[in-house]
């Protein structure tokens, strides 16, 4: 009997958590072009903020990983692709006053605390488990949008490109290829954390799209 990898078992985990994401009004209206503005910057300022304290989390990997392949291509994640979606939001919200810039929401909060708290205290097995679903689930998402827009001039395709192009696609299978050598020489036991981290941040996911939607603010 051919043993599951554990990535595998990672996605079959999260199936239900991905196929509510895409459904989504965030994505669906993302999908067809009808997006509101507002929201959507509201998403890419929310996204700008989270992705400074994700870029440090993923040095931080960098730096605990045994394997010099591993850190080399957390170093790389750190960087280059960092860099490519920094990009991306100052083509959105380049203009905006910094008096308009908007403080982390609930979601973003909840969603960067933690992850540095698998970052401080578990192992890095989990840490990297934790921040795969930004990789893989943004890449499926992406996918889902090419495969489903109708609107031939959505205002939003550029964004839309990055996370469907293939140079994102080859660091989510790198991304993917190490959680699985990681997971490879785990106990079951380690391997059952990493897999509760990753649906974990998976439901950040959903949660971070869902926010922005709503607009999300503090209620006090």
């Keep these: ?11 079959k985990a999260i199936e239900p958590i991905y196929e509510k994401t895409v459904t989504l009004p965030f994505i669906q209206e993302l999908t067809n072009g009808k997006l509101d503005r507002e929201k959507f910057i509201f998403y890419i300022q929310q996204d700008a903020m989270y992705l400074s304290d994700y870029g440090s989390v993923i040095t931080g990997i960098a730096s605990k990983l045994k394997d010099p392949a591993h850190t080399e291509s957390f170093i790389r ?15 959105f919200i380049h203009g905006i006053n910094e ?35 930004c990789f893989w689930i943004y890449k499926a998402v992406g996918d ?3 495969a489903n827009q109708t609107n ?4 939003y395709q550029t964004w839309i490109n990055t996370y469907g192009g293939d140079d ?3 660091s989510v299978s790198r991304a993917i ?3 699985d050598e990681l997971a490879e020489s785990c106990t079951e036991s380690r391997q059952k954390e990493m897999l509760e981290a990753f649906v974990v941040c998976s439901k950040m996911e959903y949660l971070f799209w869902d926010s922005a939607h709503n607009l999300e603010q503090w209620k006090i």
């Design 152 to 155: 031939e001039e959505n205002p």
């Design 144 to 146: 889902y949008i090419l």
């Design 1 to 11: 009997m051919i043993q599951m990898k554990w990535s595998e078992k990672a996605w």
């Design 177 to 179: 290829e190490i959680c």
């Design 99 to 133: 008096k308009d810039r908007l403080k982390p929401s609930p979601a973003c909060l909840l969603y960067t605390s933690y992850l540095w708290r698998q970052l401080a205290n578990a192992p890095i097995e989990v840490s990297v488990a934790a921040v795969l679903p």
């Design 77 to 91: 994640f750190a960087g280059d692709s960092i860099v490519v979606e920094r990009a991306l939001h100052e083509s």
């Design 168 to 170: 994102f696609s080859r």
